[in-house]
């Protein structure tokens, strides 16, 4: 019930600071956007080729579009972190009765609000395009969106504690993220790719979150693909949130 409490606590004090400078929501989303209107369309045409699935091709690349999202969107949470271990905020935070763990969790929700307000947007944006989607569905992608957005913002906060260097931070995460977006078929369907390249993007979890987000907004609910990735992005948001806390507990008791 403690933990529940401070998270709640640490989860407003940093959704404050974000909506005090909204803009950052606007500029997670950009890429995105441009993805969508300059990119998407080049899609139409490779959309009647042998092996493209099923749906159209908003229907594709908006659910590759959102995955990019939360991958991209909460990798870079650790440079707040960095900053503010360089600033001395976790040393005095470390004096007050929060919870340790609530320290990461309340950060992390604030991350994956964000997110969300952004995944919106770019889905609200794609309908006039040829996006379609039922309510159930989208609620559905948005939980998985918040699972991949808990598990790279957990990710980002303990690689923050452990390098505490924006100079060390950044060429690590974005380096290590690129091919696993790249391998995840977010721009175009991994069905297109030679055989060799599809057997390299089985061992990457990403594509599996990136098929059930394809099978979601295509109305199969029920396909085996939708349970696999939620469930894998599930798993190893658990892990991952359980290896950040226990860096929270390290560097602040």
Known sequence: MKLLRDSWLVYQRYLGILLRNPAWVIIGVTQPVL??????PLLKSIARMPGF??????????????????????AGVGFSLISEL???????LRVTPVSRAALLI????????????????????ALPFGLSIHVGGLLLVLALIALIGLMM??????LAFALRSEDSFAPLIF???????????????????PGWLRDVARA???????????????????????????GIMAVLAAIAVAVAA????????
Do not use: K
């Not at 594509?207 to 696999?228: M, Q, T």
């Open 204 to 230: 990457n979890p990403l594509s599996y979150a990136v098929n059930a987000g394809r099978a979601i907004f295509n109305d199969h609910l029920g396909d085996p693909s939708v349970l696999h990735g939620i």
């Open 246 to 253: 226990r860096s929270f507990n390290r560097a602040a008791s």
């Open 106 to 125: 309340g950060r992390a929700m604030r991350d994956v609000m964000n997110l969300l307000i952004q995944s919106l947007i770019l889905v609200l944006l």
């Open 35 to 40: 993805y969508l209107l300059l990119f998407a």
């Open 53 to 74: 699935p099923p749906g159209g091709a908003y229907n594709v690349f908006v659910p590759g579009l959102l995955i990019q999202l939360g991958l991209f969107g909460a």
């Open 175 to 193: 380096t290590a993220t690129l091919p696993i977006l790249l391998l995840s078929g977010v721009l175009l369907p991994l069905s297109l790719a």
């Open 86 to 92: 360089r600033f001395g905020v976790i040393e005095r």
């Open 153 to 158: 913002a957990s990710i980002s906060y303990a």
